[in-house]
T-cell receptor, first 114, second 116 residues
Framework: EAQVTQNPRYLITVTGKKLTVTCSQNMNHEYMSWYRQDPGLGLRQIYYSMNVEVTDKGDVPEGYKVSRKEKRNFPLILESPSPNQTSLYFC?????????????FGEGSRLTVL | AQSVAQPEDQVNVAEGNPLTVKCTYSVSGNPYLFWYVQYPNRGLQFLLKYITGDNLVKGSYGFEAEFNKSQTSFHLKKPSALVSDSALYFCAVRDPRGSTLGRLYFGRGTQLTVWP
């Protein structure tokens, strides 16, 4: 089954404790992206990757890091989480950045930073 | 700067009636436009897209959307609403030019409620 898998789905952590949210897709998609969803703000793009070893900033990259060493994986790293990073995070992928195809989304990861 | 506006936070409609969820965009040139739906505790699902060609595009679950370049709008429509259509709807735009190709901008979402 074609899917985007995120882990963990739910996480409560404390300020400053490094964490990684993993994202994996099995559709051989070139393009992957991370979004955060906050009430009243919709989805905001954090980082995206057009292909392996190619990443770029979205609207709200501060406090986040990403890497794209393999085509299928695109982890989101919070080196020192803060309470304002409490949010619902979505990973998404599509055939290619230059393609007009739609995004496939993961089920989301709800992160709470205390 | 690119942006998407969904002017209504909520839309309420009776089952069987037509529904419209509004979206306007601000992108120079010829944008790629998308609609996504989010059901509770789920990720977003693609509904339809406009890239080029016919201004009226049809998508999943009986939804359609009309691209209006002069009004910079891309409203989502359905002739007869179902209770199961109740969900959060997002409009999104991509500027296909140059360095911003990888950026996809979402609106804030419109909560659609269809009552029996």
């Amino acid at each position: 089954e074609a899917q985007v898998t995120q882990n963990p789905r739910y996480l409560i952590t404390v300020t400053g404790k490094k964490l990684t949210v993993t994202c994996s897709q099995n559709m051989n998609h070139e393009y992957m992206s991370w979004y955060r969803q906050d009430p009243g703000l919709g989805l905001r793009q954090i980082y995206y990757s057009m292909n392996v070893e190619v990443t770029d900033k979205g609207d709200v990259p501060e406090g986040y890091k990403v890497s794209r060493k393999e085509k299928r994986n695109f982890p989101l790293i919070l080196e020192s989480p803060s309470p304002n990073q409490t949010s619902l995070y979505f990973c998404a992928s599509s055939l290619g950045g230059y393609n007009t195809g739609e995004l496939f989304f993961g089920e989301g990861s709800r992160l709470t930073v205390l | 700067a690119q942006s998407v506006a969904q002017p209504e936070d909520q839309v309420n409609v009776a089952e069987g009636n037509p529904l419209t969820v509004k979206c306007t965009y601000s992108v120079s040139g010829n944008p790629y436009l998308f609609w996504y739906v989010q059901y509770p505790n789920r990720g977003l699902q693609f509904l339809l897209k406009y890239i080029t060609g016919d201004n009226l595009v049809k998508g999943s679950y009986g939804f359609e959307a009309e691209f209006n370049k002069s009004q910079t709008s891309f409203h989502l429509k359905k002739p007869s609403a179902l209770v199961s259509d109740s969900a959060l709807y997002f409009c999104a735009v991509r500027d296909p030019r140059g360095s911003t190709l990888g950026r996809l901008y979402f609106g804030r979402g419109t909560q659609l409620t269809v009552w029996p």
